[in-house]
T-cell receptor, first 112, second 115 residues
Framework: RKEVEQDPGPFNVPEGATVAFNCTYSNSASQSFFWYRQDCRKEPKLLMSVYSSGNEDGRFTAQLNRASQYISLLIRDSKLSDSATYLCVVRGAYNQGGKLIFGQGTELSVKP | DGGITQSPKYLFRKEGQNVTLSCEQNLNHDAMYWYRQDPGQGLRLIYYSQIVNDFQKGDIAEGYSVSREKKESFPLTVTSAQKNPTAFYLC??????????????FGPGTRLLVL
């Protein structure tokens, strides 16, 4: 089982749609959680951290369920500019050196 | 401008040749990292360094070497022992404090191709 698993893509949605990405992680001692965005042939960039209480940043909402070891990202009112690959990232347990572990990414394509 | 720079953007390697990828940061970050990304796959950690003059192997260190002589610089050498070096190489840095929620910031990457 992979340490971090994401929905296989790609997701093709029309502008204005709501889209949700799911991610599971295997180590219950994982410390912190993030969503990164990666545009084609570019470096990943931090989209948002994920907090236990859930957090929102404009059209983006992230949720964490530690009991189920599950993370989600919801994008409302999709824009063409949201087209990218979304990476679920987990900070490993303290005894793993706290390294970041990346999911394989879920590609989103928003169409006019 | 504060940030992470990587050079070159594209690099071509001949068989049996060692090549070095540059990574510099002026963010005053303690920790630096090297990742490799293959098409359709997540990032895999090659090496990381939490402090000057110290570094640790990541998950796929074979065929690679690093040095950390200065806080700002963390060059990666892809040796001839790395049999499948074609990939997108990403350098990252972060403040290093145990137990915090600090995350990593990435440079623009170097694409390495084998001739």
């Amino acid at each position: 089982r992979k340490e971090v698993e994401q929905d296989p893509g790609p997701f093709n949605v029309p502008e204005g749609a709501t889209v949700a990405f799911n991610c599971t992680y295997s180590n219950s001692a994982s410390q912190s959680f993030f969503w990164y965005r990666q545009d084609c042939r570019k470096e990943p960039k931090l989209l948002m951290s994920v907090y236990s209480s859930g957090n929102e940043d404009g059209r983006f909402t992230a949720q964490l369920n530690r009991a189920s070891q599950y993370i989600s990202l919801l994008i409302r009112d999709s824009k063409l500019s949201d087209s990218a690959t979304y990476l679920c990232v987990v900070r490993g347990a303290y005894n793993q050196g706290g390294k970041l572990i990346f999911g394989q990414g879920t590609e989103l394509s928003v169409k006019p | 401008d504060g940030g992470i720079t990587q050079s070159p953007k594209y690099l071509f390697r001949k068989e049996g040749q060692n090549v070095t990828l540059s990574c510099e940061q002026n963010l005053n970050h303690d920790a630096m990292y090297w990742y490799r990304q293959d098409p359709g796959q997540g990032l895999r950690l090659i090496y990381y360094s939490q402090i000057v003059n110290d570094f640790q192997k990541g998950d796929i260190a074979e065929g690679y070497s690093v040095s950390r002589e200065k806080k700002e610089s963390f060059p990666l050498t892809v040796t001839s022992a790395q049999k499948n070096p074609t990939a997108f190489y990403l350098c990252a840095s972060s403040m290093f404090e145990r137990g915090t929620k600090e995350t990593q910031y990435f440079g623009p990457g170097t694409r390495l191709l084998v001739l």
